[in-house]
């Protein structure tokens, strides 16, 4: 017969188990999405992000919010893609810096601005998600100590909602799609480092499916091995506005496109777009890819076919488009296809040489110059973009025009900014002219900035099949510019940075929680 101290002892133990029992039901009833630190990765969802870009980067940040451990893949040596390169600013209705600032702005109108700019091409429940979410979106960003307080009219915007960051005491600009992505991109890789690898020089290479669901993919690493990641997928690999390979997508769908200048990098290629090819995935406005009117033209070099991007920004500040003869001819603030349609329709040949770009002449003054930046204005200028020509009669001499046209140009102008509209419909004229000015040039030509179309999503980041009915892929997502159906026809400036950290956001957060959901 057992002792009194072993009964007692046996007793003890299991009241401890029945105390302990009872707590874990507890904790598992009343906190169920309480992640423990001693957690197996084996126990985390994983989640794989091809392409480090903005959209891959916001939907790293959200998924690991959420629970998940993520492999980043990306084919260049660092994270950044074209999102690196913006420059206009991101936009966001109903903003906390547009509400400092006294502009009155609804979702309402961002959608109704967006749709119309997508002339009918849009799906309007992506549009909507897109400005609903923006404020968000710009909440999240600030999250990270983006001072993103300027706020702009950026052309086809009816208001002013297009932010960027201020110039810092000294006056140096702060480049906006650079500072947003090294900031996120500091953080995943420091903040994030215990549930976050990222694999450089890494290209994707095919879908893993087991029946009709994606369940990882293969990848080519830099010592050209081939290895296999099992996870749900994010594709945020970007678009194909600079893809001139042998399988080239813009020969495919833009071919009277294709030989334009472009301001991507020579990672733009559409690789994720042709690798999934015979996965049955939705495409959706592959021919549509946006021209963008004001790529900045390099006398010193002008048939360099990758351009500086003329930020929107200068015109959004004021500057104005001449054609050959120093005659205005367009809306400088309408849509970006508007005015590319214009230039083309308007303008000549550089220095009347066929085989030159198609330029107009972007014209500013010392007003439009310190809105814009100078400091900003003077990088152009050491690099023999913007050129300060001087007085009116030094203008008319350097475009080779009659001085009297470009007096007359001024006036109209300025005479049209009284009434409230020009002949070309232009009703916000954030500067003037006058014949005393002091005066900058710059050439412009339309060049190739962006994809509108690309893989098809649903309101969840979904990519869809393309057949038999257009179905979500189960374990597939997408964000940012390797997608379509958000802006339809024509982008507007500031919706790209927009709709990589809303959609990019979104996919996190479904990836992460997609086996659960499940």
């Known amino acids: 017969m057992p002792s009194t101290g072993l009964i007692r002892v046996a007793y003890f133990v299991a009241i401890v188990a029945v105390g302990a029992f009872i707590l874990a039901v507890i904790r598992s009833s009343l906190f169920p999405q309480i992640r423990t630190a ?133 006056g140096r600009p702060i480049p906006v799609g ?48 081939v290895h296999q990641l099992h996870g749900t997928v994010i594709l945020t690999a970007g678009g194909y506005a600079n893809d001139h390979t042998e399988d080239s997508l813009l020969d495919k769908y833009v071919p009277s496109l294709a030989k334009l200048p472009t301001t991507n990098g020579p990672w733009a290629t559409g690789d994720v777009i042709k690798a999934t090819s015979a996965a049955g995935l939705s495409l959706i406005h592959m021919d549509q890819v946006q021209t963008h009117p004001t790529g900045f033209l390099e006398p010193s070099n002008p048939k360099h076919h990758t351009k500086f991007l003329a930020p929107e920004a200068l015109r959004g500040c004021g500057a104005i488009l001449l054609d050959g003869e120093g005659k205005r001819f367009v809306d400088e603030l309408g849509r970006r296809n508007h005015v590319t349609d214009a230039i083309f329709s308007h303008c ?43 007085s009116l009669g030094e203008l008319a001499a350097r475009l080779q025009v009659d001085a009297a046209v470009l007096t007359d140009t001024l006036a109209s102008h300025n005479k049209a900014a009284e009434s409230g509209k020009d002949e070309f419909g232009k009703t916000t004229f954030p500067a003037l002219f006058t014949p005393d000015d002091n005066f900058y040039i710059a050439y412009i030509t339309p060049t190739l900035h962006y994809c509108m179309g690309g893989l098809e999503i649903s309101a969840k980041a979904e990519v869809l099949r393309s057949k038999p009915e257009k179905k979500p892929v189960a374990g597939l997502y997408g964000a940012g510019e390797v997608t379509g159906g958000v802006h339809g026809a024509n982008r507007l400036g500031g919706n790209s940075l927009l709709e990589c950290v809303v959609f990019g956001r979104v996919a996190g957060y479904h990836a992460a929680h997609y086996r659960r959901e499940k």
């Open 38 to 170: 001693t957690e197996s990765h084996e126990a985390q969802p994983h989640v794989i992000v091809v392409g480090g870009g903005l959209a891959g980067l916001s939907a790293v940040i959200e998924a690991s919010r959420h629970g998940a451990r993520i492999t980043v893949i990306e084919k260049e040596k660092s994270l950044g893609g074209n999102s690196a390169k913006a420059t206009s600013g991101i936009n966001a209705a109903e903003s906390a810096a547009q509400k400092e600032r006294g502009i009155s702005d609804s979702v309402d109108s961002f959608v109704k601005d967006t749709l119309a700019s997508g002339d009918g091409l849009s799906k309007p429940e992506l549009v909507h998600i897109l400005a609903g979410k923006s404020a968000e979106a710009m909440d999240f960003l600030r999250s990270f100590g983006l001072n993103l307080v300027d706020v702009v009219q950026l052309g086809g915007h009816g208001i002013p909602r297009t932010h960027r960051i201020p110039p810092t005491a000294d």
């Open 178 to 225: 650079f500072t947003i992505v090294s900031t996120l991109r500091k953080y995943v890789e420091n903040d994030l480092r215990n549930t976050v690898q990222v694999l450089v020089n890494s290209a994707f290479k095919s879908l893993i499916l087991d029946s009709d669901r994606v369940v990882g993919i293969t990848y080519e690493a830099e010592d050209k091995t």
């Open 348 to 390: 000549k040949h550089y220095q009347d040489d066929g085989s030159m770009p198609i330029v107009a002449v972007m014209l500013m003054n010392d007003e439009i110059i310190k809105r814009f930046g100078a400091p900003s204005a003077a990088f152009y200028e050491k690099k023999g973009i913007i050129e300060n020509v001087g």
